[in-house]
């Protein structure tokens, strides 16, 4: 188990950047897949963008394919999403989340960070 902190939220005009943070606890952080998903007012939280132990392989939502990059550090336990170009469409508090049991969390991860607040005005 891994305990995971979310940072770097905030309020953006549309077209704008925000680079998201997550820092994790635990020796063996290296060994899991780690991801992001975020959750809209009234909507259900759903997947945003996962990436493999190695750092080798990600997968994304169609919806943030090519604005979102997901990346990780294993020598500093973090790991990242840069979000570019920004729409309305994106605000949501966005969680952090890791698995040992699927490199690309395909399955409902077991750790989840307590989300941080993103925000798009138009």
């Known amino acids: 188990q891994v305990q995971l902190v979310e940072s770097g939220g905030g309020s953006v005009q549309a077209g704008g950047s925000l680079r998201l943070s997550c820092a994790a606890s635990?020796?063996?952080?290296?060994?899991?897949?780690m991801g992001w998903f975020r959750q809209a007012p009234g909507k259900e939280r759903e997947f945003v963008a996962a990436?493999?132990?190695?750092?080798?392989?990600?997968r994304y939502a169609d919806s943030v394919k090519g604005r979102f990059t997901i990346s990780r550090d294993n020598a500093k336990n973090t790991v990242y999403l840069q979000l570019n170009n920004l729409k309305p469409e994106d605000t949501a508090v966005y969680y952090c989340?890791?698995?040992?049991?699927?490199?690309?969390?395909?399955?409902?991860?077991?750790?989840w960070g307590q989300g941080t607040q993103v925000t798009v005005s138009s």
């Open positions: 989340a890791a698995d040992s049991r699927s490199a690309l969390l395909a399955t409902p991860p077991t750790d």
């Open positions: 990436i493999s132990w190695s750092g080798g392989a990600s």
């Open positions: 635990g020796r063996t952080f290296r060994f899991y897949g």
